[in-house]
DNA sequence: TATTGTTATACTCTATAACTATA
DNA sequence: TATAGTTATAGAGTATAACAATA
């Protein structure tokens, strides 16, 4: 049976709180992306994780997985970021049905760019009134919450849907 | 002066199991609502809200500032919701400018409809994993983190950065 | 047959600026 | 002049389904 009784009202509180700040960071972080970089959210996370990637470079599909993208969207993005020039895409020497995206050399320029930006909003709107017990708590508790996501992936994260 | 050097590894981390917590539980529930109400996340806040409010009514400009949204974006979605039956607008009768947006009976009917399956979602993969004392912590750091962002000068007021 | 990725399409959402009207 | 809201426009992002190519 699940359960669809009312939350009670701290559990309301605890969850409201936490999707408002996160509304409030994401649109604070959008912002300061867009006027230091020309980034959007999504373009970014993939730079961002191509460069913590061995040689700058992933395969779409490992990307998407990442990311919380679909393969179509994944696609689009890649598509715009070939086209500033911050990235290519090559097929794999082994698979020939998968695409390497490799951040460039300009692609790390941006991020350079975008990085002291993006440190000082995360640092002025969320860690500033965070003291050391208050970050290990908040990662504890939200590494806890993320392993239960991740255990009971939402549908879009699901493997893509085999055909009849 | 402001701070852009690296953020350490601790903070990054929490920051960063914020992101993923919050981007998991945004994308199961804009699918929850999706399935069984048909409903957007933005519609669903503006439903939410008006619900909250006595006799389910609030200006415009009260709901703008409650949520993100821009104006335009508001009149977007209260026509979407008026085209569908969900809310009415009419003028504030002490003044002709403002807006009042009612929730109807057919808002409150999908509200109630869609409001357990909200819960549940909710439920597994945010509060599942938390007890009492957590509820809490994250309840008054995420408050406190809040209460900064609120009253956080805005990133204009510092000097351009210089062009490269 | 299954997997990887792209394309075609259609839609939602959002922001900016110009506009109307009321205060 | 300032405020409340709408409209016009334009673009970015997304998902779904159909598709091609490779394993």
Redesign the pocket.
């Known amino acids: 049976m699940t359960d669809t009784a009312p939350l009670d009202p701290r559990q309301l509180t605890a969850y409201l709180a936490l999707k408002d700040v996160a509304a409030l960071l994401e649109?604070a972080v959008e912002q300061q992306l867009k006027e230091d970089g020309g980034?959007?959210?999504?373009?970014f996370q993939i730079l961002a994780t191509l460069a913590d990637a061995p040689d700058g470079r992933r395969?779409?599909?490992?990307?998407?997985d990442g990311l919380?993208?679909?393969?179509?969207?994944?696609?689009?993005?890649?598509?715009?970021l070939e086209k500033a020039g911050l990235v290519t895409?090559a097929?794999?020497e082994?698979?020939?049905?998968?695409?390497?995206?490799t951040l460039t050399e300009a692609g790390r320029a941006v991020l350079f760019k975008v990085m002291p930006g993006h440190i000082e909003v995360v640092r002025r709107l969320f860690l500033t009134p965070l003291g050391d017990a208050d970050i290990t708590a908040i990662t504890d508790i939200l590494g806890r919450v993320r392993a239960q996501m991740r255990s009971a992936p939402p549908?879009?994260a699901k493997?893509?849907?085999?055909?009849?």
Chains 1, 2 share one sequence.
């Open positions: 649109h980034l959007t959210t999504p373009q395969r779409m599909t490992d990307l998407a919380v993208y679909s393969r179509s969207g994944l696609t689009y993005q890649a598509a715009q895409r097929s794999a082994d698979d020939e049905r998968s695409v390497i995206v549908r879009s493997p893509r849907r085999t055909r009849s």
